[in-house]
């Protein structure tokens, strides 16, 4: 991945040229392919090239118009540029590259803001027009590329990362109250703030302006909430969906060398893989090939799926190329704290580096991954309001009946209810229970009744932003009950924040992820979906299942298991024991609440639960002792 960098001064002041070299050089791992830089007098802007595709060879980034009026830098790929090249040479648009960066710099020209609904793809970008003495950025409909600024009142900084907008200067670094107290207690509010305060995160689907007056952010996407899809013949839904995910496989594979495929053995990533080689077939990849990757885990354990990758291989008549997990031991992580100025990532994505090293010794540069099928196809008992709206009653029999085969019938008894018939209460009832349980704890019975590890000052804080977010939250007007679940999973503050630290960390290892699974087009089809399309049967991913049936294994197609990496944060905590069970109680620390610390890691020493809070709680720490120091 590619990363970008600039500084636009509003008072008529000299830029910092100092600045945006050191801004730059935080993010020198992104630029595999070099730095460079436009600078101006009240302008500075600074491109890491990363090379994916035969287009982005054709030019040079910052890129200027042919006026020089206008100066990009982005990170990122289209998944529509044949469409856009088409629309701009209709209105007579003079391109002079098929890159990507010069397309996005002609819809601006052409549209002005409204080009961000015209791209698709996973992007990240800013344009210096010296025209309007204005700033235009945007991201892409679910944030899969980072972007990050500061704004002073004269001056805006912008970065794909974190510590490139620290690497600016000329502001104080202290860390996020909010924030903090957010990762400290597990629990997330807030889509634009980061642990930094005044370095602010732009959200999903957004486009930020920036002149004299300050930034704006708006909001340029949401999906499809009253659309809907409906055919006779469950085959037709099969093809339909084949085809949408097959277009966004396609998409995503544009590159100049062979695209890796990450190959779980899981129905989703599968799915990709086998996708990717059927248009290989084809002669519709637009790559010289498509090759798979797998990890091992510990053999006979929940983490080990190779046989399943091997299945998947056996089938499709190609190798699935292996390699073992890596867990690095603490120091690495703390290392990357100090480094990037951000949470840790979490043990179980770091253990991807040896595939990530295979990959790159295979010559590739993109790496397409199957995430997104678990959250838009795997369903939700949503399905019983479904049924008893149509009157299919023998369906929602058919479903409590699975439900209490696993779960019993008491637990069946409150699905039904929940998720059966209070859906259809009329919008004033909802109204009233939303006001009479604001200030109700998100927590339930998980690892105890709250955060009990976090002082009452933090849930005080806490109660406050949830207050707030109570407040601001439009979501639950949303009539149809899988489409606001589906719309509120896509706008937790929690992935948000995921995303980025995915997205740098595929960067420091050298590759590009992409993930046809969350493109535009693919989620627009998912919202229009009848949840019974998705959950049946008592199984989620009906749809995506019955499609690819002809494109998978029976294996990985009668797959009901799901693996699980726990034993990634069990090499990480276990030696943190000491942190948890004497240093920060010891240290005294306003925010902590000893019992709780201590009740939270005797939990996860004898349940092995916990795992998340507590590796949240040592980024928590190592940050606080990095502010403290300096």
Sequence with gaps: MSGFAAIVRFDNQPVDEAAIHRMTAAMDFRAHDGIRHEIGKTFALGHCMFHTTAESLEASQPLVSSDGGLVIAMDGWLANPDELREQLLERKARLRNRSDAELILHAYETWGEDCAIRIEGEFAFVIRDGRTNTVFCAKDHVSMRPFHYHWDG?????????????????FARKLNPDQMAEQLASEFYSLDETVWTGVMRLPLASILRVDGNGPKVRRYWTPPLETSIRYKREEEYYEHYREVLLDSVRRASRSQVPVACEVSG?????????????????????????????????????????????DVGRFLGVPIHETPRTVPDLSWFARQIEVECDMPYFPNSQSMFAEVEM????????????????????????????????????????????????????YAGERLFRYGFRPMAPMAFDGAMRHLRRHRQPWGEHLGNGPHWASRAILERLAEKREVAHQQDQNWKIRHPVRRRLWRELQNPFFEFLRDLSARLVARLGIELRTPMYSRRYIEFIFGLPEQMRFFDGYGKRIHLGALRHDLPESVLNRRSKAEFSFTFDRQLQPLASLFLQTIPDENRPEVCKDGLLKLYKNYEETGEGIWELWRIYGWYVLKNMEEIA
Excluded at 154 to 169: E, N, P, Q, T
């Design 266 to 310: 899981g129905h989703d990533s599968s799915a990709i893989f086998a996708l990717a080689r059927r248009l290989k077939e084809g002669d519709r990849l637009p790559a010289p090939d498509a090759l798979g990757f797998t990890l091992s885990g510990v053999p006979g354990d929940k983490s080990d799926e190779i046989e399943y990758a091997r």
């Design 154 to 170: 004269r001056r805006l900084v912008v970065a794909s990362d974190i510590a490139a907008v620290l690497a600016a200067g000329d």
């Design 359 to 410: 990959v790159r010794q295979h010559g590739c540069r993109v790496l397409l991954d199957g995430e997104g099928g678990d959250e838009f196809v795997g369903g939700s008992a949503f399905v019983l309001n479904e049924m008893l709206l149509e009157g299919n009653l023998g369906g929602v029999v058919r479903e409590l009946r699975h439900m209490k085969r696993r779960n019993g019938w008491k």
